[in-house]
């Protein structure tokens, strides 16, 4: 079965640092991967997609990026952190090839980030 | 563009009794998807229940069911028997092409009462 991991949980940085948030899929090849943000009683917000390795998209243009360096993992990084950087980050992952029944995300379990 | 209306912003529902969460959608494109999910104090968003536009029955998932009327645009869930671990907050969710295009609504905080 697959399965998702995304570390660390919790992080409190100070403004101006950097970031290194990660995320790894287990039991599938070639998933898409997913970066969203989710700021405080709000929906998710995409930041980041990526349908194969070095290949990146990005939906909001901001502070972050992202990378994919090896098939199943996706890294989201800033050199220099904001205040507005705060939130929870979900990585999530979708198969390659469509299943019946639609294209459901697979959610990590997030990281909350707080930038002060 | 899409966009998906959760008027409920939270929900309290007696266990053992069912609770619907209303979810509304605007899209002029003929074929999407329709998505419930969950998200728990813990965080981790949890896939409940899939519906195709061109689906002609209401899709269940055990507890969960989707109420679907196309011509009201609206793909309501129905948890029946809720248990104290459904609360949550839940979200609604649609695409007319891939899951990069997903659109979440705002969500609707669900309390279990026991």
């Known amino acids: 079965s697959q399965t998702i991991h995304q570390w660390p949980a919790t992080l409190v940085q100070p403004v101006g640092s950097p970031l290194s948030l990660e995320c790894t899929v287990e039991?599938?090849?070639?998933?898409?991967l997913y970066w969203y943000r989710q700021a405080a009683g709000r929906g998710l917000q995409l930041l980041f997609y990526s349908v194969g390795i070095g290949q990146i998209s990005s939906e909001v243009p901001q502070n972050l990026s992202a990378s994919r360096p090896q098939d199943r993992q996706f890294i989201l990084s800033s050199k220099k952190l904001l205040l507005s950087d705060s939130g929870f980050y979900l990585c999530?992952?979708?198969?390659?090839?469509?299943?019946?029944?639609?294209?459901?995300?697979?959610f990590g379990s997030g990281t909350q980030l707080s930038v002060l | 563009a899409q966009k998906i209306t959760q008027t409920q912003p939270g929900m309290f529902v007696q266990e053992k009794e069912a609770v619907t969460l209303d979810c509304t959608y605007d899209t002029s494109d003929q074929s999407y998807g329709l998505f419930w999910y969950k998200q728990p104090s813990s965080g981790e968003m949890i896939f409940l229940i899939y519906q195709g536009s061109y689906d002609e029955q209401n899709a269940t998932e055990g507890r969960y069911s989707l109420n679907f009327q196309k011509a009201r645009k609206s793909a309501n869930l129905v948890i029946s028997a809720s248990q104290l671990g459904d609360s949550a907050m839940y979200f609604c969710?649609?695409?007319?092409?891939?899951?990069?295009?997903?659109?979440f609504g705002s969500g609707t905080q669900l309390t279990v009462l026991p």
């Open positions: 969710a649609m695409t007319t092409g891939s899951a990069r295009q997903l659109t």
């Open positions: 999530a992952w979708s198969p390659s090839v469509v299943q019946p029944g639609g294209e459901k995300l697979f």
């Open positions: 039991g599938t090849s070639n998933p898409n």
